[in-house]
């Protein structure tokens, strides 16, 4: 049963930083990458469909991302579609395909950005702390002997104290990456 339990936390911690690495991959550091455009829906023929499976992203220069559609009659909904996600980027539309420069970041952005991302690893870790809460309540409910159920509390702090480490690790890197011009 313990073991069960000690699983199910893991698995549940992992799924924490998981989700964690792909919110900090949103944050831009001033250069291009596709994954800004993940949460991007484009209304196609009047369903919301996913932009990444209408179009091809390729990155040709640092700062630029160049999409180009499979049907090219839905450039303007895709452009619209980036415009309307408000992500600060413009996209720019020549009748074939469309650009998004990636501005240069200020000083002050940076500073912003890395904000967002101290923000995004303290809900990692309240995310652990509630795992860590309910794995302890399950401990509990499941009248282990006294020793086996401290002994289990240990093991739950150590994972705990070890994911915490490593969104410490992932919000450090992100902070370097975010600073350096």
Do not use: W
């Amino acid at each position: 049963m313990e073991t069960e339990i000690l699983n199910e936390l893991e698995t549940n911690l992992k799924a924490s930083i998981e989700s964690l690495e792909g919110r900090l991959k949103k944050i831009s550091a001033g250069r291009a990458n596709p994954a800004i455009l993940d949460g991007v829906m484009v209304d196609y023929y009047g369903s919301p469909t996913p932009l990444k499976s209408l179009v091809t992203i390729s990155i040709p220069e640092a700062r630029q991302l160049m999409l180009k559609p499979f049907d090219k009659s839905s450039l303007s909904a895709i452009e619209k579609a980036i415009f309307e996600a408000d992500l600060g980027y413009t996209p720019n539309n020549d009748g074939e395909c469309i650009r998004i420069i990636i501005p240069p970041l200020t000083e002050d952005r940076r500073k912003d950005l890395v904000k967002q991302a101290k923000a995004i690893c303290e809900d990692s870790k309240v995310s652990i702390r509630n795992n860590r809460h309910e794995c302890l309540e399950m401990l509990e409910a499941a009248d282990l002997p006294e020793d086996v159920e401290k002994r289990s509390e240990d093991r739950v702090q150590e994972f705990v104290n070890k994911y915490n480490k490593i969104v410490e690790e992932k919000l450090e890197e992100k902070t370097k990456d975010l600073m350096t011009l």
